[in-house]
């Protein structure tokens, strides 16, 4: 079993920036890849960003691509995402994802582990 841990988040006015952690616990050794999705009121969760074990391969939604970055601290079993020049539309429960295999990684049941989310608010 794996656990993800979240924090981060909070209420920030349009313009600015947050980050988001990811701490990792339990059998990590096989889980290679995470992600960072998002689920606004009323829609489906939504892909955000993607990077490899060893941080080298990094994917992000057109939405997150030049505002948002993934990265992780494998010492510290953490992964985290940045986000800079927040949108109201941005606004959203944030969720990390964990899983054992390369590809799919826009695919949310391709994810075995799930954070508990957190809440990220952009007021305009």
């Known amino acids: 079993q794996v656990q993800l841990v979240q924090s981060g988040g909070g209420l920030v006015q349009a313009g600015g920036s947050l980050r988001l952690s990811c701490a990792a616990s339990?059998?990590?050794?096989?889980?290679?890849?995470m992600g960072w999705f998002r689920q606004a009121p009323g829609k489906e969760r939504e892909f955000v960003a993607h990077i490899s074990r060893s941080g080298g391969s990094t994917y992000y939604a057109d939405s997150a691509k030049g505002r948002f970055t993934i990265s992780r601290d494998n010492a510290k079993n953490t992964v985290y995402l940045q986000m800079d020049s927040l949108e109201p539309e941005d606004t959203a429960v944030y969720y990390c994802?964990?899983?054992?295999?390369?590809?799919?990684?826009?695919?949310?049941?391709?994810?075995?582990?799930w954070g508990q989310g957190t809440q990220v608010t952009v007021s305009s």
């Open positions: 339990g059998s990590i050794f096989s889980i290679n890849f």
């Open positions: 994802a964990a899983k054992y295999t390369d590809g799919n990684y826009q695919v949310p049941r391709a994810y075995a582990y």
